[in-house]
């Protein structure tokens, strides 16, 4: 029976090749980052108006579909008792515009690749499972139990998507999602998303400077000036998702001369390969006007600087280039006014150095042989003289804890004037390798790649992370960079055909034999 159904599936899924192509077309057109809520609409429109589309494809296929109040959507093979959920999601992160291919929300097949955002996380394996299901149906495959096809919304910003699913639903009693590499993955790092804030005196400055400043300003200094001493740095601001490194960062530096900070910034060029982008700001081109407009020396002025690295998956921090982290460094080697801001920002840039992607700096780096090494990134800052705020994000592996890992990071961020708010640690994930569940979802990828399949370890949480039973099954390869989550993310059009064929018989095993 095997190699009968094997054929029929594999034949049908050739055939409905081009079909596949249109209907991720479909979904990656829609821009579903997540938004501001709207009534009935819990992560935006663009979410809203993805799972809208995707309960339309799934009533195509012939699946039953329900829409759980725009979190998540599903589709039922039958309406036997349930043998397994599939889980995907179509929320995706936002994009720049440093694609060079395509448009990020125009897709487009080139040399067997399909590009666009999320062709690879999470909209084309959804799609892949999509047309499993249909297969099944279609051919009238015999299914002791059902399968149900998830999709949600929110997974690229806390699953609360699930949270909510799953506060009406069961678990199913096996799950996998196709949200990661082949051949499975069934442990996953646990994960530390941490944010800080520090408030500061007037203007940055220490607190002894500012009561200086004000007796001074009593003799007849000028206030401004007191209040505000050059050269300074204005702001600084860079990324905007925690699970993602930094591409680009801004910030403004006043008093410097032109010259100086490109010197700077040529030594850190080359130390990182982030590029730094020099020039007036608008601003400072009208205060340097003189009164007939004649623009006058804008050295020492107002300089914007535009920070140009290479995003990457925070869980891989080491294969992207961070904006962030090379921009505290030029900021650290400018010749600035001390401040308690300044002072902050050499603090951040000491403890979590711009080559430092496994928290060495910090005393928490570790590794265990099964889950792999700490990895850090740091992905969010937002600073003013008066203020900053940011993030960091760490995946951990079995034997990190809050003890060992989080409350040593608090302790060091303490001492330096920023306070981290104590947040509960996500625990790594297992689930066991020998189980039968395993060894299917193995002979499935081994019977259509040739290739011997053995459980891995992941730093990205999946969506399946607090599921009992669940494990990551495709679509990737680990030799592919499909730049997930990067500019030109693509997925290979070869590899979502057959990650159709693996789930199709993979669903048919496991709902006729466990």
């Known amino acids: 029976m095997e190699m009968e159904y094997k054929k029929k599936l594999d034949a049908y899924i050739d055939s409905k090749r081009e079909e596949m192509l249109e209907d991720l077309k479909l979904l990656v057109r829609i821009d579903s980052k997540k938004g501001a809520p709207e009534s009935g609409k819990p992560f935006g429109s663009g979410p809203a108006a993805v799972l809208s589309a995707a309960g339309d494809l799934m009533r195509k296929c012939g699946l039953s579909v329900k829409n759980y109040e725009n979190y998540v959507v599903t589709g039922d093979l039958t309406d036997a008792p349930r043998g397994l959920d599939i889980l995907a999601h179509l929320d995706v992160v936002p994009v720049t515009q440093d694609w060079t291919v395509t448009d990020p929300f125009e897709p487009k097949v080139v040399d067997g690749r399909i590009y666009g955002r999320g062709t690879a996380d999470d909209k084309g394996p959804a799609i892949a499972a999509l047309y499993a299901l249909r297969a099944i149906k279609e051919l009238g495959i015999p299914m002791r139990k059902s399968v149900r096809l998830v999709l949600g919304s929110d997974e690229e910003c806390g699953s609360s998507d699930l949270d909510y699913y799953y506060g009406i639903e069961q678990e199913a009693p096996y799950t996998f999602t196709p949200d990661a590499d082949f051949p499975v993955i069934n442990i996953e790092k646990g994960r530390l998303e941490a944010e800080f804030y520090a408030e500061f005196g ?22 401004t000036e007191a209040q505000a001493p050059l050269p300074r740095l204005r ?34 060029e080359k130390e990182t390969g982030v590029r730094f982008l020099i020039a007036e700001t608008d601003q400072a081109r009208n205060a340097l006007a003189d009164g007939n407009g004649t623009q006058t020396d ?9 920070v140009c690295g290479q995003a990457a998956h925070a869980s891989t921090p080491q294969e992207g280039k ?5 921009a505290l460094r030029l900021v650290s080697r400018l010749p600035l006014t001390k401040s308690d801001g300044l002072d902050a920002l050499c603090s951040l840039e000491r403890l ?48 990190c804890t809050e003890e060992n ?39 499935s990828y081994e019977r259509y790649t040739g290739k011997k399949g053995s459980p891995l370890s992941t730093g990205g949480g999946t969506y399946v992370h607090g599921l009992e039973r669940g494990v990551a099954f495709g679509c990737m390869s680990p030799e592919v960079d499909n730049h997930m989550h990067g500019d030109d993310e693509f997925m290979e059009i070869g590899t979502l055909i057959m990650s159709a064929k693996i789930f199709a018989d993979a669903a048919v095993r496991i709902c006729n034999e466990l």
């Open 235 to 268: 702001s600084l601001r860079s990324g905007d998702k925690a699970n993602v490194v930094p591409g680009r960062a801004v910030l403004e530096v006043e008093g410097v001369p032109e010259k100086t900070v490109r010197a700077v910034a040529d030594v850190v």
């Open 352 to 399: 979590m150095p711009y080559e430092d992607t496994c928290g060495r700096t910090l005393g928490v780096c570790r590794e265990e042989e099964q889950s792999g090494a700490v990895t850090l990134c740091f992905s969010i800052l937002d600073y003013t003289p008066e203020r900053l705020s940011g993030a960091f994000d760490m995946r951990l592996p079995i034997g």
């Open 322 to 326: 961070n904006a962030l982290t090379a």
């Open 405 to 443: 890992t989080k409350e040593p990071i608090m302790r060091q961020l303490g001492e330096c004037g920023i306070h981290m708010k104590d947040v509960p640690m996500t625990k790594p994930h297992y689930v066991p390798g020998d189980s039968d569940f395993i060894k299917i979802l193995l002979e």
């Open 202 to 223: 007037e203007n940055g400055r220490r607190k002894e400077q500012c009561a200086s400043a004000a007796e001074h300003t009593a003799d007849g200094w000028n206030a």
């Open 298 to 306: 804008l050295d020492g002025k107002l300089l914007r600087i535009d």
